[in-house]
């Protein structure tokens, strides 16, 4: 029975996923229970918590997130073509170090515009 | 036997059950690249660390558990698994250990396409290393749910940090490999393994090689570049609020990953299976694997950690750049007509 590479994926997550679900059901089974507002406060250092955990944190580095998504998409587009470099005729390959270089612009003014604070 | 007579039907079913469990894929799957060669390298890898941090450190490292403290990881393991798990108040328990499990499914799912050898690969696809990055770029949004779940300051911080530190190393990471596909034409790991018979990509591909170790190392969130979890400031950044059986799976998960990138980087630019047939084809991977994570747990003892606007900078503008620069030298490398030498 030949099975597809997906398949085998498929198989192979399951058998980790029934293994992790009986390591965590064992030590939620195994472990002791019990409430006790002290202990079950999170931790900060033995302070007394202070206000909200879950606050909106370091948006500063929003432009570096809006640079991933973009050159995501660069990097999809660079494999495809480094697959088929050596098949590719020479007036090709080199169009697109060109569009390597251009590359380099846009990512150098998004570092400036993060690195500048009085835009955050 | 008899009551085997008596139901027919189960005599074909426990044939056909035999059959299954001893097929090479099922065994392939539970124990030698699979499940079992997971668990253990993940065990002998945590000995190592700390047997390795140790002697830096000038201490002994673990000891009483079996000669030199080989079995301190099953000790470890009993411990956390009795242990209770603690849930912070407010903190989203489903989430947790839903996070925990997808944590440890994400961080294993790379084995199935790294070629342990020959014969040894569970699913040979041709997208392997596009495969790899897909899982991998997985990650950050997990993490930043375990932190965003857990209700703690440290944990959010933590989960944060990682978010942004992974991100910003992935592009470089994607890109120190384009050299190695431009030169072989494969996105297969088996083929570009195959690839390197005459020449390991360590030579051609030094710059690629830097790039992505450094960026390994960022991804794994490992030292110089363990702020998601710098002990001193974050506690133990997004694992904070995880106890118990839950911290195991999310630290078995994290060297899970560690095992993977090690196994990758072997499998990338250090020639994977090939070498000298005395030894056979698997150990050679394994004793590269291994190889690799004593250079990068050392690494770990000797270096401090970079402050955070510093990593980010080095990630976009160095490494981005330098992998540039190694797209830029590998096609003069091609150009000069040294392609064939990588190609199958």
């Given at each position: 029975m030949a099975l597809g590479s997906w398949s085998l994926v498929a198989i192979f997550e399951l058998v980790i996923l029934v293994t992790t679900v009986s390591l965590l059901a064992f030590g939620w089974l195994m472990g002791a229970k019990g409430k006790n507002p002290i202990r079950d406060a999170?931790?900060?250092?033995?302070?007394t918590r202070l206000g909200e955990a879950r606050l909106r944190y370091m948006m500063q580095y929003y432009p570096y997130l809006i640079m991933y998504v973009a050159f995501d998409v660069i990097a999809m587009f660079l494999f495809t073509w480094g697959l088929v470099f050596a098949t590719l005729p020479f007036a090709q390959e080199y169009l697109f170090l060109i569009f390597v270089a251009i590359l380099v612009v846009p990512l150098w003014y998004a570092l400036h515009i993060s690195g500048r604070r009085d835009l955050w | 036997m008899t009551q085997l007579q008596v139901l027919p039907g189960l005599q074909e079913m426990v044939d056909s059950l035999v059959k299954i469990v001893t097929s090479r894929t099922f065994l392939e799957i539970v124990i030698f690249p699979g499940l079992l060669n997971v668990l253990l390298s993940v065990a002998f890898l945590t000995w190592l660390e700390r047997k390795i941090i140790a002697r830096v450190q000038l201490r002994i490292g673990p000891l009483y558990a079996g000669i030199w403290g080989v079995l301190q990881p099953i000790a470890d393991f009993v411990k956390l698994l009795f242990k209770e798990m603690i849930s912070p108040e407010l903190a989203d328990v489903k989430l947790l250990m839903l996070c925990a499990l997808g944590l440890m499914m994400l961080a294993a799912a790379p084995i199935v396409t790294i070629p342990f050898g020959e014969a040894f690969v569970i699913a040979n696809m041709d997208i392997g290393l596009i495969f790899v990055f897909a899982v991998m770029s997985l990650f950050p949004s997990v993490l930043l749910l375990i932190g965003w779940g857990s209700n703690s300051k440290y944990s959010f911080l933590g989960g944060l940090r990682s978010l942004f530190q992974q991100v910003a190393y992935e592009i470089p990471m994607w890109l120190s490999v384009l050299g190695i596909v431009m030169l072989t034409g494969t996105l297969n790991l088996a083929e570009i393994v195959r690839a390197?018979?005459?020449?390991?990509?360590v030579i051609p591909q030094v710059l690629g090689f830097a790039v992505f170790f450094t960026a390994a190392l960022a991804e794994l969130e490992r030292?110089?570049?363990d702020l998601p979890e710098a002990e001193t400031e974050?506690?133990?950044?997004?694992?904070?609020e995880l106890s118990g059986a839950a911290f195991m799976v999310g630290f078995m998960a994290m060297y899970t990953k560690f095992y993977v990138m090690s196994a990758l980087i072997t499998t990338l630019f250090?020639?994977?299976?090939?070498?000298?047939?005395?030894?056979?084809e698997p150990i050679w991977v394994v004793l590269k694997t291994f190889l690799v994570a004593v250079v990068i747990v050392t690494i770990r003892g000797t270096f401090p950690r970079v402050r955070v606007d510093i990593l980010l900078r080095t990630g976009w503008m160095r490494l981005l750049l330098l992998a540039l620069v190694n797209i830029v030298v590998t096609v003069i490398l091609i150009w000069l007509g040294l392609g064939w030498v990588w190609r199958v």
């Open positions: 999170p931790f900060e250092s033995g302070q | 390197q018979q005459k020449v390991w990509f030292t110089p570049f974050l506690v133990m950044g997004w694992m904070t250090l020639g994977g299976w090939l070498g000298p047939a005395i030894i056979p």
